[in-house]
């Protein structure tokens, strides 16, 4: 595939996007969420009852130009922030009904965030950024930063581990992000933007990357990009704009958005 001027989206209808396969189990699910910011005559809608299902096993992308909500539904998505209506639900369970406690184990366990931004502590290191997670949830200091040297491998950055994060290039970076949302065994990755900051052979790189372990450790992910010829690339594209989610036709492509011929 080229990676030059990027495809617009040529068949978009406002169906519900739903699991690709018949039969496929939804492993996370949104209904009719909506988010509202603001009262009276400032309210802004930012989500307008969006539905969305991702079954086991897919990479999907969401595009849309910024201000559409794309963080917004991720955040939400991830229990980061709470809708102004509508469920989210994970495994056919109500995130809203868990109690809070099982609530912070669904962010700690079930789901990876990777953000635009990578969010790194500087002065710690790329071992003790990705070891965060595990950190918090209590693990100790030396089995927590094991675990990272090994997701840091993963990511190519093995040598790296005891190099503090603000001597780290941005595609780096990124790469460390990517081991702390995966360092406790996610089933469900979310990534807003994991290549926006980065110029575009860090981005293919980046991306490659993340449909590598996408495949290799059998997640389920979303990604939120407005780099379209990376996102023809997924299995499944939607759009997000005015707050609608709609579905997208121009990438009916094969597993991981690849067609025959096309060359990265």
């Not at 990027?6 to 949104?30: D, F, Y």
């Not at 995130?95 to 502590?121: C, K, T």
Request: hydrophobic residues 45%.
């Amino acid at each position: 595939m080229t990676h030059g001027a990027a495809a617009t989206p040529t068949s978009v209808s406002p169906a519900v996007a739903r699991p690709g396969a018949a039969g496929q189990t939804a492993v996370l699910e949104a209904r009719g969420l909506r988010k509202v910011n603001g009262e009276g005559a400032a309210q802004l809608t930012v989500l307008a009852g969006v539905d969305l299902a991702l079954a086991r096993g897919e990479m999907v992308v969401i595009v849309g130009p910024s201000g559409a909500g794309k963080s917004t539904l991720l955040h939400l998505l991830a229990a980061l922030d709470t809708p102004s209506s509508g469920t989210v639900y994970f495994d056919a369970r109500a995130l809203e009904a868990l109690p809070s406690a099982a609530l912070a184990d669904f962010r700690n366990r079930s789901v990876g965030f990777i953000w635009q931004r990578h969010q790194l502590l500087s002065d710690f290191t790329a071992g003790e950024n990705a070891a965060m997670p595990l950190l918090l949830r209590g693990m100790g200091r030396t089995q927590a930063l094991e675990a990272a040297r090994l997701w840091l491998d993963q990511v190519g950055l093995a040598e790296r581990a005891h190099q503090r994060a603000g001597e780290l290039s941005g595609g780096e970076q990124q790469r460390v992000a990517i081991a702390r949302a995966l360092v406790t065994g996610p089933s469900v990755l979310l990534a807003d933007e994991p290549t926006g900051d980065l110029d575009e052979r860090n981005a293919v790189a980046v991306f490659e990357l993340l449909q590598r372990l996408h495949r290799t450790h059998r997640l389920t992910s979303l990604l939120a990009t407005h780099n379209l010829a990376l996102a023809r690339r997924c299995d499944r594209m939607l759009v997000l704009e005015h707050g609608v989610l709609k579905s997208s036709e121009a990438n009916s492509l094969g597993p991981m958005g690849t067609t025959e011929g096309e060359s990265s």
